[in-house]
């Protein structure tokens, strides 16, 4: 037989909301549907300040209002208590209690796979990875050159011979995965040297990327207004000509940056501080290989080796010869100002440089020059 399920009637001044029940307070002047949406800004600022914690200073204002809504209702439930400071106190001591287990725990199982670790699994587990990922870019590769989708133009011979070299590049990757499969097995049960599985080690990648990405965001938060500033102000034409692009590309990586959504520790590259999405070899839409592959490993040491070649070559030939300085003048005045305004800033400047003397520069502007020798 069906059960009816009573639903209660509110009072006439009860609201509910999500199951919660809530009343005004005398003397409250919002709405309740100003309530709701005073909760929800408030809940979405606090729970995104880990990600995004400039929203807290940009909303400010509204977080001021919204706190001071929510101080105009309370619950309303029949027999509804605040939990007492005892409880508060009760409730924060059984979560640290269950963190400690599950700390003790945590670490138990670090110390077993201790026992465990091989050192070859571990390399196998990155080469592994690696070639995965080749593999898979040259799939992609291979199947955009067959079907023309890639260099439409281009000459049939030509892209019959670049196919058959990818196919062969793409078999000596296969039998490599096929090769390094049986040697690591699941790839997420390989502990490293500290014994650390890499869902482990995600927790801490992902703490250093979202702290470096916080900084960075701030960095060109305050940067690109000084740029800004610069392209204003500066009269140089070859300094105004390049700090467009400069500004370009840091807002570029500004949006970028911002437009991270956040992301959890299964998000992340247990060997690197980056999102595992980013892994690849072409951008868009990925970033750049892992760090921590062999074969990003042996070019870093190759480059590292080149500039330690260099280095040394450069301290053997000795410091090299100064460069002629090329003479700059005190001060300019550009050109297009009206008669009054180019009158008042050569009287400032006479001021300043009681010495200099007047020429007439490049494209019609005044500049101030020391005085020349007689000699």
Not at 126 to 140: G, K, W
Not at 351 to 356: C, F, K, L, V
Request: charged share 35%; glycine share 4%.
């Amino acid at each position: 037989m069906a059960t009816d399920v009573l639903t209660p009637t509110l009072p006439d001044d009860v609201f509910e909301h999500e199951g919660l029940w809530w009343r005004a307070k005398k003397g409250a002047t919002s709405t309740f549907e100003e309530s709701v949406a005073a909760r929800a800004l408030f809940l979405d600022l606090h729970r995104d300040e880990v990600w995004n914690p400039w929203r807290m200073e940009e909303e400010a204002a509204g977080l001021e209002r919204a706190e001071q809504i929510m101080g105009e209702w309370e619950r309303a439930e029949p027999g509804f208590k605040r939990k007492t400071k005892r409880q508060l106190d009760a409730e924060m001591a059984r979560w640290e209690r269950d963190w400690e287990k599950k700390r003790i725990k945590r670490e138990a199982l670090r110390q077993k796979n201790l026992e465990r670790y091989d050192a070859e699994r571990e390399q196998a587990r990155l080469e592994l990875l690696e070639q995965q990922c080749i593999l898979a870019h040259r799939t992609t590769e291979v199947a955009k050159l067959r079907s023309a989708e890639s260099y439409p133009a281009m000459d049939p011979a030509r892209r019959t011979n670049q196919v058959a070299e990818l196919d062969e590049q793409i078999a000596r990757h296969k039998a490599a995965v096929e090769r390094l499969t049986p040697i690591v097995g699941d790839p997420e049960d390989v502990p490293d040297q500290q014994g650390y599985l890499p869902r482990d080690r995600r927790h801490s990648t992902l703490y250093i990327y979202r702290e470096r990405r916080i900084q960075e965001v701030r960095e060109l938060r305050a940067k690109l207004p000084e740029l800004e500033a610069q392209i204003k102000d500066t009269e140089d034409k070859a300094e105004r000509s390049k700090l467009p692009a400069q500004r370009d590309v840091k807002k570029w990586h500004l949006d970028k940056l911002l437009a991270v959504p956040r992301l959890e520790a299964a998000d992340m590259c247990a060997d690197c501080t980056t999102p595992a999405h980013g892994h690849g070899y072409v951008s868009p839409p990925y970033d750049w290989p892992c760090v921590a592959w062999p074969g990003q490993r042996a070019i870093h040491a190759k480059v590292m080796q080149m500039l330690e070649a260099s280095s040394k070559r450069r301290a053997a030939e000795g410091p090299a010869a100064p460069s002629k300085s090329i003479p700059q003048p005190l001060a300019v005045v550009p050109s297009g100002l009206p008669i009054a305004e180019v009158v008042q800033r050569l009287q400032e400047l006479e001021e300043q440089y009681p010495e200099a003397e007047v020429r007439r520069g490049r494209a019609n502007r005044w500049e101030l020059w020391h005085k020349r020798s007689d000699n």
